[in-house]
């Protein structure tokens, strides 16, 4: 393994009264392999005042820069400090720091290829976009659970002179883990990632998927947009403003739900994602962590939109009576045939919150700021009955560094927490935030429950 190669600064004083006297620099680099000292050219400079030197020291020996001008400085060759010629010098400390941050070539090319990673990382969030605007998955999926370039195609009508072009993005998407390539049969499959984005209409019975609608509104350029003018957002001077609250609100003026509202192509991508994320997240849930709900005869879903994880509760657990607590317009908009034995209330959840046994709170803390989640957990401590007599609030949410041998999943919780930021500004809480808010909030006690991926359950007690 060859030795790593070092470089110094090494500086001189030269001359003989202190009015004549000048500073040179020049660069020495040891190489270790050849055991020689190589002097960098051009690298001499003056200065006003005598710095002393800086040497570059093997054994008893240091090098010295020497000559009559800046511009003529060589390096002598290893001599002691006090047998160097008509020179008068004073040492100065080398700078540690400065060495420690020289590296190999090949180490500069890593590093490098590391940035270039993360500068092109956009890409591919947007290709994930691309396929699941033009369907790949579910093409895939269709098509038996591989399918090579010119299956697909075909299969999704695509230009034939867009075929190589669809080999480079498979290329990457697979690379990604997003399909699984068979060089064989020169064919792209399936893999656990991607059939999370099999549409339902294609996936099968019983199976998990359906998330592409948060691809989508996630990657939606409404939600990154914003991002583009993260550093202007930092530096504006009128930051206390609402209008500057956050990023979000500075590129399109208003609020992320006054957008939803008003945007109907953009609110119907959202609330499909919250849909979707909502069912798959409860469908596990249900299934697998039923013990949340233990002893529970009735459960209100606060903020529960149009109930669909209300309705996965009540049909898991026919015992429970549920409902859901919505603003009135959205109350309003859930049709009559899907209520699905879920009684709807229309209602300001930071004025007051429906009595039951627990109270729901799915990804709902995350969007608000410390203030506003003390209150409305003071609303849900209202509604509840004591500790002994079974309450609870059930809040599932994200708590920052919930599973710390998880190097992924404490990543993607960062990358939460910026794009939250960016769009509601509210902060991704670690457990001693949380804490913090219930003891606030009035509450005796909590439990989280690292079991849903990057978010937890957290059982909060009165």
Same mark, same amino acid.
């Given at each position: 393994?060859?030795?790593?190669?070092?470089? $110094?600064?090494?500086?001189?004083?030269? +001359?003989?009264? =202190?009015?004549?006297?000048?500073?040179?620099?020049?660069t020495l680099t040891y190489d270790p392999d050849a055991d020689t000292w190589a002097q960098?050219?051009?690298? #001499?400079?003056?200065? =006003?005042?005598?710095?002393?030197?800086?040497?570059?020291?093997?054994?008893?020996?240091?090098?010295?820069?020497?000559?009559?001008?800046?511009?003529?400085?060589?390096?002598?060759?290893?001599?002691?400090?006090?047998?160097?010629?008509?020179?008068? &010098?004073?040492?100065?400390?080398?700078?540690?720091?400065?060495?420690?941050?020289?590296?190999? +070539?090949?180490?500069?090319?890593?590093?490098? !290829?590391?940035?270039?990673?993360?500068?092109?990382?956009?890409?591919?969030?947007?290709?994930?976009?691309?396929?699941?605007? *033009?369907?790949?998955?579910?093409?895939?999926?269709?098509? +038996?659970?591989?399918?090579?370039?010119?299956?697909?195609?075909?299969?999704?009508?695509?230009?034939?002179?867009? !075929?190589?072009?669809?080999?480079? *993005?498979?290329? *990457?998407?697979?690379?990604?883990?997003?399909?699984?390539?068979?060089?064989?049969?020169?064919?792209?499959?399936?893999?656990?990632?991607?059939?999370?984005?099999?549409?339902?209409?294609?996936?099968?019975?019983?199976?998990? +998927?359906?998330?592409?609608?948060?691809?989508? !509104?996630?990657?939606?350029?409404?939600? %990154?947009?914003?991002?583009?003018? @993260?550093?202007?957002?930092?530096?504006?001077?009128?930051? &206390?403003?609402?209008?500057?609250?956050?990023? $979000?609100?500075?590129?399109?003026?208003?609020?992320?739900?006054?957008?939803?509202?008003?945007?109907?192509?953009?609110?119907?991508?959202?609330?499909?994602?919250?849909?979707? =994320?909502?069912? $798959?997240?409860?469908?596990?849930?249900?299934? =697998?962590?039923?013990?949340?709900?233990?002893?529970?005869?009735? @459960?209100?879903? &606060?903020?529960?939109?149009?109930?669909?994880? #209300?309705?996965?509760?009540?049909?898991?657990?026919?015992?429970?009576?549920?409902? %859901?607590?919505?603003?009135?317009?959205?109350?309003a908009a859930v049709p009559t045939g899907e209520l699905g034995g879920v009684e709807f209330?229309?209602?300001?959840?930071?004025?007051?919150?429906?009595?039951?046994?627990?109270?729901?709170?799915?990804?709902?803390?995350?969007?608000?700021?410390?203030?506003?989640?003390?209150?409305?957990?003071?609303?849900?401590?209202?509604?509840?009955?004591?500790?002994?007599?079974?309450?609870?609030?059930? &809040?599932?949410?994200?708590?920052?560094?919930?599973?710390?041998?998880? /190097?992924?999943?404490?990543?993607?919780?960062?990358?939460?927490?910026?794009?939250?930021?960016?769009?509601?500004?509210?902060?991704?809480?670690?457990?001693?935030?949380?804490?913090?808010?219930?003891?606030?909030?009035?509450?005796?006690?909590?439990?989280?429950?690292?079991? @849903?991926?990057?978010?937890?359950?957290? /059982?909060?007690?009165?």
């Amino acid at each position: 393994m060859p030795g790593l190669r070092r470089s $110094f600064f090494a500086y001189a004083v030269i +001359g003989g009264h =202190d009015d004549e006297k000048n500073v040179v620099r020049s660069t020495l680099t040891y190489d270790p392999d050849a055991d020689t000292w190589a002097q960098l050219p051009d690298m #001499a400079e003056e200065h =006003d005042e005598p710095r002393g030197l800086c040497v570059a020291a093997r054994g008893g020996s240091r090098f010295l820069v020497v000559g009559g001008y800046p511009t003529q400085a060589r390096v002598a060759s290893s001599c002691k400090l006090q047998s160097a010629p008509n020179l008068q &010098v004073r040492e100065q400390a080398m700078d540690t720091s400065r060495d420690r941050g020289l590296t190999t +070539g090949d180490e500069l090319m890593q590093a490098q !290829a590391e940035l270039w990673n993360h500068v092109f990382a956009y890409t591919r969030s947007m290709s994930l976009r691309c396929a699941v605007e *033009l369907g790949i998955p579910d093409a895939v999926n269709r098509l +038996g659970g591989a399918a090579s370039v010119p299956e697909l195609v075909a299969a999704l009508s695509l230009p034939l002179p867009r !075929a190589p072009y669809l080999r480079r *993005l498979m290329r *990457l998407l697979a690379h990604a883990g997003f399909f699984v390539f068979d060089a064989a049969a020169a064919s792209y499959g399936l893999t656990p990632l991607s059939r999370l984005l099999v549409s339902t209409a294609t996936r099968g019975a019983g199976g998990q +998927g359906g998330l592409s609608p948060f691809a989508l !509104a996630m990657l939606h350029p409404v939600i %990154v947009s914003p991002s583009m003018s @993260l550093a202007s957002w930092f530096r504006a001077a009128d930051a &206390v403003n609402a209008a500057a609250r956050v990023p $979000f609100e500075s590129a399109h003026g208003r609020d992320l739900w006054a957008v939803a509202k008003d945007d109907r192509e953009f609110g119907a991508a959202f609330n499909d994602a919250m849909a979707c =994320d909502g069912r $798959f997240v409860m469908d596990v849930l249900v299934r =697998d962590h039923s013990n949340v709900f233990r002893g529970l005869a009735s @459960l209100v879903d &606060v903020g529960g939109g149009s109930g669909g994880a #209300a309705r996965a509760i009540a049909t898991a657990f026919p015992h429970i009576r549920c409902s %859901v607590l919505e603003l009135p317009h959205v109350v309003a908009a859930v049709p009559t045939g899907e209520l699905g034995g879920v009684e709807f209330v229309a209602g300001d959840m930071f004025e007051h919150v429906p009595k039951a046994d627990a109270v729901l709170l799915k990804w709902i803390l995350h969007g608000w700021d410390d203030e506003n989640c003390v209150r409305l957990l003071r609303r849900c401590r209202e509604a509840i009955p004591s500790k002994e007599d079974g309450g609870r609030v059930i &809040v599932m949410d994200l708590v920052v560094g919930s599973s710390p041998a998880d /190097e992924k999943a404490t990543e993607t919780q960062l990358l939460w927490d910026v794009m939250m930021m960016g769009v509601v500004g509210s902060p991704g809480r670690d457990e001693r935030e949380w804490r913090k808010i219930f003891q606030d909030a009035g509450f005796s006690g909590h439990k989280i429950v690292a079991v @849903l991926g990057i978010r937890s359950v957290i /059982e909060v007690y009165p």
